[in-house]
Structures are given as C-alpha cells and as structure tokens.
C-alpha cells in the first residue's frame, strides 16, 4: 500500500504540470543518476526525448533523476509495483538475473559496445525470458570490463593476498578470493567512504566509475585488465507494457532495438577512455598494463569460476551463444 500511494501521489503531481493530452499514456521514469550526469542526460534523457517526440499526443514519459523515488537498491521492487513505470536499473537485484549475468565471465567481454549489442541478441532469442516475467528490457548494456584499482601501489599485482578487495558482483568477489584476496561488498555509494577510512584496500570496477563516483581521489594505481563487464538496463513494467495501446507500443519498441543497445554501450566504451585518460593526466595516479605472465597466470585461476557460473546458472547453452554472438558482431554481423 506505501507503494502504492507514493505511485500515485508521483503521478498526480507530474500530470498536474505537464498539460497532457487526456488520451496520452503517460509514465515516469527514473534514472538513479543525478540530475548532471552525463550519462543520464545523454542516455536516459535522450531516450526518453526522442520517445516523446515520436509520441506526441499518445505516449509520453516525464524523467526524474536523483535518488527521491528509486535508487540502486529499491529501482526493480519500484518498477514492479509500478510506482515508477520505466527505469535504469543495474542487474545486481537479488539474485533476480541470473542468465543475462554472463558478460561477468572473466576475460568474456572487452569493448562494451559489440559486448551490449551481444547481449540484446542474446536477449531476443528468448533464452533469458524466464527472468524478465516481470519487466521488459528497452534497452540492454554491458558495462566497461572491471579492473582492480588500488589505494596506493601493491607489493605485487600478481595476487590479492593480504588485502581487502570490493568486488561489484559474486564473480568479481569470487575471482578477488581466487587471487588470495577477501573480497567486500560495498553499494556504489557507499564505496567512496570504504576507501577513504581504509576498510578497502581496493576495488574491481572500471576507470568510467572511478571518475563518475569520485573514487579516483582515493584510489592511485590502477591495473589495465579486462576482467569481466557488469551489466544494466533500461526496463518497462511488463504489466504497463503489454497494456499499451497498438500505437504507443508501436513508439516504444521502435526505440527498443538492438541499435539502442549498441549505442549505449558504445557511449560507456567513449566515456571509459576519456575517464582513463582524465585519471592519468592526475597527479598522484599510475596506470599500468597486467604483464602477460599475470594475465595468463589469472586466466587459468578464472577457468573454474567460468564453470562455478555455469552451474549456478544452467548457463552452458547460454554462455556458448553469447560467445557466439560475440563472435559474429567482431564479424560484422
């Protein structure tokens, strides 16, 4: 019932100010991101604007940033019980998605662009259905390749041993403990705080989140190692979607394609070299490549949680057609 009544109370004060056609089908989306991230204006924001567009007088959608109605924690139980209507959201829900996970497969995944575009052919064969009984994808990203970024410089980054490291999923955690480390689960905003008082003394994430949550300034020595790609969406209540008249669902699906998708992760591949790029012109920073022997040295550790995912997921049908369809995107397919 409190969800229920915040839905309503959200939607009454945004169709009060917004003049909207009686006929309109009209929906809110958040973006959990603040109102001046570049991701959001250039993402969810453009997103929703060319829907709009598109959808004069038949479907429109109001956006809200911030964190007031939905945030990492509570975006998938909010869109669920439409409290909100639409929403980015990352895939970490609870152990909700399972499948669709499989871009975190160590050394999987590189460029995030071929990675998403993958991943929403993966999507559209039908092979991940069961987990979205309750919302529909519109848009599917594979974040930039996670990488271990340390507050000062490691006796060796050949292993983890002896320090405490925030892994953003339960591959990256195990991969941190397979290296000798002990592995923390921290929120995003809660990981700042983590390195800064110590109690990490690192993170598995990628150089775009360092400079989007500000932990370049408590983290200096970076490794450059693609270790797996967390994954986000933007997704649709499926109870709103399926009731949307033939025109309104006609507007939507046209901005769901695998051209969103693509464009999406491409936007994140441009946006992790220009972090990249921003950390390594900063004072006190190092950037350095993992040596070869380390990487393969990581490679054959990261063989048996590549079949702890499988048989957590019965994902070995799963895992072979996205790299499949890894394989024909590098092709040109």
């Known amino acids: 019932m409190k969800l229920r009544r915040l839905a309503l109370g959200i939607a009454a004060a945004l169709l009060a100010g917004s003049g909207a056609h009686a006929d309109e089908t009209k929906f809110i989306m958040t973006t959990i991101s603040s109102p001046t991230s570049q991701v959001g204006q250039e993402n969810y924001h453009g997103w929703a604007n060319r829907v709009n567009e598109a959808g004069k007088g038949i479907v429109s959608i109001d956006v809200i940033d911030g964190y007031s109605v939905a945030n990492y924690r509570s975006w998938y139980d909010h869109l669920v019980n439409d409290v909100i209507q639409i929403s980015f959201g990352p895939s970490d829900v609870g152990g909700r998605f399972k499948k669709i996970t499989v871009p975190q497969v160590p050394f999987l995944v590189n460029d995030p662009a071929p990675a998403s575009l993958a991943l929403w052919r993966l999507y559209k064969t039908g092979m991940l259905d069961d987990e979205f009984a309750d919302v529909v994808p519109l848009m599917l990203v594979v974040f930039p390749a996670t990488s271990p970024h340390y507050r000062e410089e490691p006796r060796s980054i050949a292993s983890f041993a002896g320090l405490k490291v925030i892994g953003g999923s339960r591959v ?58 967390a994954v986000g969406m933007v997704a649709m209540n499926r109870a709103r979607y399926d009731a949307l008249p033939a025109a309104a669902r006609q507007i939507i699906a046209a901005n769901a394609t695998d051209k969103e998708s693509h464009e999406f992760g491409a936007f994140f591949r441009d946006y992790e070299q220009t972090s990249r790029d921003i950390i390594a012109h900063e004072a006190n920073q190092k950037i350095v490549s993992a040596p070869p022997d380390v990487v393969e040295k990581w490679q054959e550790k990261a063989r048996p949680i590549e079949n702890d995912w499988i048989n957590a997921n019965d994902g070995a049908a799963v895992l072979a057609k996205y790299k499949q369809l890894l394989a024909d995107v590098g092709a040109g397919h």
């Open 172 to 229: 990256t955690s195990e991969l941190i403990e397979t290296l000798g480390g002990a592995p923390l689960a921290f929120p995003p905003a809660d990981q700042y705080e983590a390195l800064q008082r110590r109690t990490a003394d690192g993170i598995f994430t990628n150089f775009a989140a360092l400079t989007t949550f500000k932990m370049d300034e408590v983290t200096h020595y970076h490794v450059d190692v693609a270790l797996g790609g």
